[in-house]
């Protein structure tokens, strides 16, 4: 059983930066492959960002691609999300997942746990 807790979302201007953090409980964090999810309002959940089990491998959505890093902290059971040129169009709640499989995948639905989320809102 893993829980997740996302923080760092708010209200930032186009072209600001902002970072997320999602924290995990668990003794077994490491075995985890971990991601990034967004959902704006009448949208589908998106995937955003996953990485690896080791923080080796990283994979992105096209669009985020050269902005967003994500990177992991297993000493800390932590996930961060660096945001970096923000866009209007990355107005969305954030959500944190893990996924027990080792595998990497970028369907919302093969990931076994979520965080509540956290509202990011970048204004023109």
């Known amino acids: 059983q893993v829980q997740l807790v996302e923080s760092g979302g708010g209200l930032v201007q186009a072209g600001a930066s902002l970072r997320l953090t999602c924290a995990a409980s668990?003794?077994?964090?490491?075995?985890?492959?971990m991601g990034w999810f967004r959902q704006a309002p009448g949208k589908e959940r998106e995937f955003v960002a996953a990485?690896?089990?080791?923080?080796?491998?990283?994979y992105y959505t096209d669009s985020v691609k050269g902005r967003f890093t994500i990177s992991r902290d297993n000493a800390k059971n932590m996930v961060y999300l660096q945001m970096n040129s923000l866009k209007p169009e990355d107005t969305a709640v954030y959500y944190c997942?893990?996924?027990?499989?080792?595998?990497?995948?970028?369907?919302?639905?093969?990931?076994?746990?979520w965080g509540q989320g956290t509202q990011v809102t970048v204004s023109s």
């Open positions: 997942a893990a996924r027990s499989q080792s595998t990497v995948v970028r369907v919302a639905g093969q990931y076994d746990y």
């Open positions: 668990g003794r077994t964090f490491s075995s985890y492959v």
């Open positions: 990485i690896y089990r080791g923080g080796y491998s990283t």
